[in-house]
């Protein structure tokens, strides 16, 4: 998952993104102004976006508002030190899907953040579960037919993504936009390397195939072919 | 003394009200008195007429006075004493002799005394013509005539009246002693009503409203309004207290935010001793940034307060020194930058203020140029005097300059402008909050000009000492 985070308290910002790779093994962008984090949320493609109000340049509700107006859907989390209720009400309304007032506990924004982007993803339990093959977020591991599954965390991060996206087709593209930060060259090459682990270590010996390839057009996870 | 006015004001009443029955009491009595003793003397004379009717000519000898006896009808307690004034004696009741002489002499017709332990009052018609002379021939007889009335039923009488007098003036005090009371008590009303309603008075509601009985009372209107004034007063601190902390309030979260998270990251999982230096030695970095806000945001609260509070530690201060001393001491500061801080006297101004307050102020606006100012570059300090009331103080950078934009609130507390947020090197926006509270308590004015990428001129000007 690809999650920005928008702050302009350097500090602060750091912590967050350190935390959120660390716990969710998201990868995440930092924009320290509000014209700076529309722009990335705009080129962009996130799963989440931590937001705070006060910004330099545009400010936070700005921001948001914007990003709305172009029909932008990505959740987005605010962080503000505004706790009342007017504020909070004028928040949820112009578009936030969760707030959490200044300061707040590092634990609950990590948890808040990954129900938002199970939310985003149509995704309301933990545990994805496609066939036999069962993924935990909370312990960011995987099971099949009940024997875990040893897997790096790239390798992680790409079959999580598979799997809440599952069923449909991702385009590699869509797998780089949400696996890499803004910095990491972005090859495709790598993201073939990485499925065919996943195949390996997911479907090899497995009476059910869930990688699918589609030629020219992406991967697909899914239950209903046999090998 | 009595400390009530209440109790004051009714005393004064009582006093002036005892002078005023005393006197009309006294007024009546006396004119009692006089009116009880005239009608005695009015009888007494009639008595001694009546009987001077009955000394008549003699009949055997024209020049002779004769009384007629048989038609006397005086009163058995009556003294009488008729006498020729040519010697002989007529007539007299019982052994009194009154002192002819003593009578005549004083000139009042009637006298009191005292015969055989009764009081009486007697008239004397001396050398009264006697009524009805038949015989016209020989010249007008003339007698003596003495008469005497008891009197002490007169003088009980008048005692009793002196003594009804007073009696009724003391119940008329006690009874206006009662009403004064109330009347007072009912007077002082509107004044404890005002007292009461100024006793509700508080920093959180809105007007302070006259009660009807004040705006009524031509002397508690003053009172009244200065309570109103004074409860606005009282308002405006609070909401200014409140504004601050408000203000403050988005600070300090954030700033408590950033030690939290820093903390609770190294809570998670585990790290590697070096991480746990590193996010200590970070932790310790978000403290001390705390710590110089909470300082800050006292300092500048102490500064507004001590300017209400005005004590005595306002003394006259050297300009010149002052400045100095700022600059000696942001020195090391200056050094790492490698800029130059000249300054240009002109005149020996002294100001009244605080030392602490004025070294504050030069050492925040001297930090802010120095910030601002590109390395090897110039900061000047002009100091001089503009009139004889007023100096002043200039601070000229060449530094970025401040956007236009950003001018008019560069003094609001907690203001940054966008171009300056790095809060990392920058403070939290109250250094000018600062300075400007500063100036304001010394009376005098601060102003700054900017022009980007030029530089920035900060103008104190303030009032001297006279």
Redesign the interface.
Known sequence: MHVLVVEDEERLAQNLAKAIQKNAGFVVDIALNGVDGFHLASEGVFDAIILDLMLPGMSGTEVLANLRKNGDKTPVLVLTAKEDKSSVIALLDSGADDYLPKPFDLGELLARLKALIRRGKGQASPQLVVGDLVLDFNSRSAKRGGQTVELSPMEYRTLEYLMMRKGTVVSKEELLEHLYDYNWEKFSNVIEVYISTLRRKIDADKSERLIHTLRGRGYVLRTGEPQ | MISSIRGRVIVLALLAQFFATSCAVGVAIWYVRRAIWASVDSELQARAVSLLALVGQDDNNPYALDFDAAQMNVPLEDLYYIADPRGPVLRGSSKWVPDAKNAAANRQSTWNFDYGGIAYRAKALINAPILDQEDMKVPQLRVNLFYAMPVAETESRVKQAARDAVLIGLMALAVSAVLTWWAVGKGMAPLMELAGRADKIEATRAEFELPPGTLRSAELMPLGRALQSLAARVRAAFDRERQFLSDA??EL??T???????L??LE??KASEEEYREGIA?AL??TARTEKLVADMLLLSAIEHAQQASDGSMRSCSLAESLELAIDRLQPLAKMKSVQVLLTRRGAPRVIGRESELSLLWTNLLENSIQHSPIDSNVIVEMADVDNANCSVRITDSGNGIPAEDLPHVFERFYRS?SS?S??TGGFGLGLSIAKAVVDGLGGTIRIDSTLQKGTIVEVMLRKAS
Not at chain 2, 256 to 262: E, G, H, L, Y
């Open positions: 309030a988005h979260k954030t408590v935010a950033i030690q939290k998270s820093t609770q990251l998670q999982g970070r970095e978000d966008d947020r809060r990392t």
